[in-house]
């Protein structure tokens, strides 16, 4: 989910939209049709393989599609104080963030895991806000305050929906979102010296080596006796919530204003829930639903905070 927001944070508005209106909102459905997937396809496959092998499949095989990528893009030097910096962008945006997101997926439902997830885009202004990188606003702090209300009213259910497990799998998810608000401000300085494809194979590849020692014995453990329906679960989880989504993201954000492509954020959290109830029979909670009111409505508020703002004077 996560990719809406670096890239809206890291591009210029486009000068109009409205030609290739219908391609840009299919697509930005396509988007969150697919991070939304993520959680759901990623419970089932949990079935069969623990989830550091998972992540020993997915971060290396999307690293090596993004790296066959680059090899058909034009070349971009990258000097060696930015590979360092883009380092601990891997560490925050992929190592730690896959690692507590899937350790939290396995503990908590889809479901849980999806709703508490949009709050990454509150999460990221108020990093940016406590690193000095954007001015606090009564606007932005009572979103900010909205909204973690809401997350921690789903955290604090886990301990009545599913006793400790469930708690400690919707904290790590909190923990997994908080990591990858970090990665997108502090990684902007060089996401406006680079192409993004640069940049996002580069840190791919640096979390690849950096989640192979945690996930690689259980992935050669396991792998034999995975089901087919497992092998097209992981498949699906590289090529679609992994790197389709950079691409469509892309497309859309090239030709349509990035508040549009920020609005369907909102889309998201209920798209995860509807198929987890169809795949995995489960049924959000009147915690869930609150807590995901409330996070939506911070949103609401930072976003109209940011437009008010943006408007000339």
């Avoid at 993201?249 to 798209?271: D, E, G, H, T």
């Amino acid at each position: 989910m996560s990719a809406n927001a670096g890239e809206t944070a890291n591009r210029g508005e486009p000068a109009s939209s409205s030609e290739h209106a219908l391609p840009v909102h299919l697509a930005l459905v396509a988007v969150q049709v697919m991070f939304a997937s993520l959680s759901v396809v990623g419970k089932l496959v949990l079935r069969e393989l623990p989830p550091f092998g998972l992540i020993a499949f997915r971060t290396p095989v999307a690293a090596l599609v993004l790296l066959l990528i680059s090899a058909f893009s034009p070349r971009e030097k990258v000097a060696p104080r930015d590979l360092a910096s883009i380092f601990v962008y891997a560490f925050f945006g992929i190592i730690a963030n896959q690692l507590l997101f899937i350790a939290g997926l396995q503990r908590t439902t889809a479901t849980n895991a999806v709703v508490i997830g949009a709050i990454i885009p509150v999460f990221t202004v108020g990093v940016a806000v406590a690193l000095r990188r954007e001015q606090a606003t009564n606007a932005k702090m009572l979103g900010l305050c909205v909204a973690f209300v809401g997350a921690m009213a789903i955290v604090g259910a886990g301990r009545f929906e599913g006793g400790g497990s469930r708690l400690a799998g919707n904290l790590l998810i909190v923990a997994n979102s908080l990591c990858f608000s970090l990665y997108l401000v502090i990684s902007r300085e060089v996401l406006n010296r680079y192409r993004t494809l640069t940049v996002v194979t580069w840190t791919m590849t640096f979390g690849a080596i950096g989640v192979l020692p945690f996930g690689a014995v259980d992935l050669y453990t396991h792998a034999p006796a995975l089901s087919a329906a497992s092998w097209l679960g992981l498949i699906w989880i590289v090529l679609f919530p992994s790197v389709g989504t950079y691409f469509l993201n892309a497309y859309a954000l090239k030709r349509a204003p990035s508040s549009l492509v920020a609005i369907y954020i909102y889309v998201q959290p209920v798209l995860g829930a509807l198929m987890a109830a169809a795949t995995l029979g489960e049924r959000p909670s009147l915690f869930t639903a609150l807590g995901g009111a409330l996070i939506a409505f911070g949103i609401t508020l930072i976003n109209r905070d940011a437009r008010r703002r943006a408007q000339p004077t």
